[in-house]
Nanobody
């Protein structure tokens, strides 16, 4: 059973930092791209960042470029999202996601930011940025 356990959210002031973690199990971690998404109240879930499986190429939404960094630890089976210079508009529930068989998503691809392209989701962690 695929499990994605997100953690690290919290309340932070604007300009502050948080590091989210997503511990993965139940699938071959090395073989799949992993994405971070977020959903604010009343808004659709949106792609934040994605990292490829093999070459660890990274992708970011324009709104977070230069502030967020995605990384993965193959030994720990964990993907991270380092979030710096946080803004109130970053407030949302953050989810990690992957796409395991029958789909096989090794690379993020050009449509990585589309939530409906991922089938396996964690439970989410709340990030609140106060002004």
């Amino acid at each position: 059973e695929v499990q994605l356990q997100a953690s690290g959210g919290g309340l932070v002031q604007a300009g502050g930092s948080l590091r989210l973690s997503c511990a993965a199990s139940g699938f071959t971690f090395d073989d799949y791209a992993l994405g971070w998404f977020r959903q604010a109240p009343g808004k659709e879930r949106e792609g934040v960042s994605c990292i490829n499986s093999r070459d660890s190429s990274t992708y970011y939404a324009d709104s977070v470029k230069g502030r967020f960094t995605i990384s993965r630890d193959f030994a720990a089976h964990t993907v991270y999202l380092q979030m710096n210079s946080l803004k109130p508009e970053d407030t949302a529930v953050y989810y990690c996601a992957t796409d395991t068989p029958p789909a096989i998503r090794e690379s993020c691809g050009s449509n990585w930011y589309e939530a409906n392209g991922f089938d396996d989701w964690g439970q989410g962690t709340q990030v609140t940025v106060s002004s």
